[in-house]
């Protein structure tokens, strides 16, 4: 019978599944375009016949125009063997600790309700994002109210904090948040384990278009867990590509 993991042990694992995705084939690292072609859906098996190696995979993409809400399509292009994936280093990460490990509640609200997020690449445009309910606790003495969205049937938080641009991604930082609940978006406990919290997808390309942290969800205290930012070997800037 094995022995269970330790909390310091389970994170190690963590940070270790964290590199094997982001450097996955059409993990974080692998995206080089995002290309969107308008009202019309792309040929995306005549654009993955079309790529120039075999390490380089098409998928496709869709979202709403920020003008007209209509659907609007698009293509990511990931390739395994990328600039980025060469260049990567390591995640620079905080020291697990325990006191960063949080209980909070959460309280659903009604389906419809949406909160305007910011997205990095919009130019202060914003997109409507469903929050199917509240998040609350307290830290050091401040009561909080957080908005997480419903990330394909998971709760994400996007937050930000004063170790922003100084210690950790200037732009915030990302939280998966798991429900003791039996069904998602039923009221129940909820851990805020901020030692995994993570750099977003923008962190690694600059192809992503990331969510930003709303009013409510900026700590005006710093939170010192979690991952920091991402180091590349050499000069390599994942701007440079743009």
């Not at 009221?187 to 600059?206: K, M, Q």
Request: charged content about 25%.
């Amino acid at each position: 019978m094995s022995t269970p993991l330790t909390a310091s042990e389970d994170h190690a694992r963590w940070q270790s599944e964290r590199r094997d995705a982001v450097t996955a084939r059409t993990g974080n690292l692998a995206l080089i375009e995002t290309r969107w072609t308008g009202s019309e859906r792309p040929d995306l098996a005549a654009e993955q016949q079309g790529a120039a190696s075999a390490s380089v995979t098409v998928t496709a993409l869709e979202r709403k125009d920020l003008t007209t809400g209509e659907a609007e399509y698009g293509l990511r292009v990931w390739d395994a063997e990328s600039p980025a994936i060469r260049a990567f280093d390591h995640i620079d990460t905080y020291d697990y600790d325990p006191d960063w490990v949080i209980e909070a509640q959460f309280t659903p609200v009604d389906s419809d309700r949406t909160v305007p997020f910011e997205h990095i690449r919009d130019n202060g445009g914003s997109r409507e994002l469903v929050v199917p309910g509240d998040i609350t606790f307290t830290l050091g003495g401040v009561a909080h109210r957080l908005a997480a969205f419903d990330d394909a049937g998971s709760l994400l938080l996007v937050f930000g904090d004063a170790t922003n641009g100084a210690e950790t991604y200037g732009a915030g930082r990302f939280l998966f948040v798991p429900c003791d609940a039996a069904e998602f978006g039923a009221e129940g406990t909820v851990v805020l384990d901020f030692n995994r919290a993570f750099v977003p997808p923008c962190g690694f390309s600059a192809q992503y278009n990331c969510p930003m942290p709303p009013a409510q969800n900026r700590f005006a205290e710093p939170i010192r867990a979690g991952e920091k930012n991402v180091v590349f070997q050499g000069d390599f800037d994942i701007y440079a590509a743009l």
